[in-house]
């Protein structure tokens, strides 16, 4: 079975501070997402990767940078948290060779609260 | 723009069957996803469509018209576990993955 960890289930952060959230996954997948989710709306892409040191901008990559040094960790970094990124965050990944049937395994996510 | 719909919630009888609609309008078209999120856990794959027609498997079943956008997954011998949110997403033209904002199932003894 796929794995996908993140590291923190719930965060709690000052409004200002740098945030990391990491993910690591176990099965060799080349893909790595970052969504956000929040109530009434879709998943909402941040950033994603299609190799190490590879990162693309999604739709709302504004206030978040990524990092992919090994093939098997992607890093959400929240350069300075503000609190309208109050958000359940989820990470993704998929395996590279269908680009259409891609199939993404998710982590159980990240609720992150900016006070 | 692109857009994916789906009821925000729906409720259901266990044993029943249900019908979770979902309807697009995106830039192209490469397949159509649902995923099984329960609460405060990970979404999961269910079912791909990507020609028209029924695919089932098991309990679940999802149907797809590419002509109308449309799409519904069809769950039968509803069990309380089936209790989640179930979301609808597309591939659209350049590869990448659309998604609605999920349909919250509630089963009732």
């Known amino acids: 079975d796929v794995k996908v960890t993140q590291s923190s289930r719930y965060l709690v952060k000052r409004t200002g501070e740098k945030v990391f959230l990491e993910c690591v996954q176990d099965m060799d997948h080349e893909n790595m997402f970052w969504y956000r989710q929040d109530p009434g709306l879709g998943l909402r892409l941040i950033y994603f990767?299609?190799?190490?040191?590879?990162?693309e901008k999604g739709d709302i990559p504004e206030g978040y940078s990524v990092s992919r040094e090994k093939k098997e960790r992607f890093s959400l970094i929240l350069e300075s948290a503000s609190t309208n990124q109050t958000s359940m965050y989820l990470c993704a990944s998929s395996i590279a060779s269908d680009l259409a049937k891609n199939i993404q395994y998710f982590g159980a996510g990240t609720r992150l609260s900016v006070l | 723009g692109q857009n994916i719909d789906q009821p925000t919630e729906m409720t259901a009888t266990e044993g029943a069957i249900v019908q979770i609609n979902c309807t697009y309008q995106t830039s192209g078209f490469n397949g159509l996803f649902w995923y099984q999120q329960h609460a405060g856990e990970a979404p999961t794959f269910l079912s791909y469509?990507?020609l028209d027609g029924l695919e089932e498997k098991g309990r679940f079943s999802s149907f797809l018209s590419r002509s109308k956008g449309y799409s519904y997954l069809l769950l039968k011998e509803l069990q309380m576990k089936d209790s989640a949110s179930y979301l609808c997403a597309v591939t659209d033209s350049n590869y990448q993955l659309i998604w609605g904002a999920g349909t919250k199932l509630i089963i009732k003894p």
């Open positions: 990767s299609y190799d190490v040191k590879m990162k």
């Open positions: 469509n990507v």
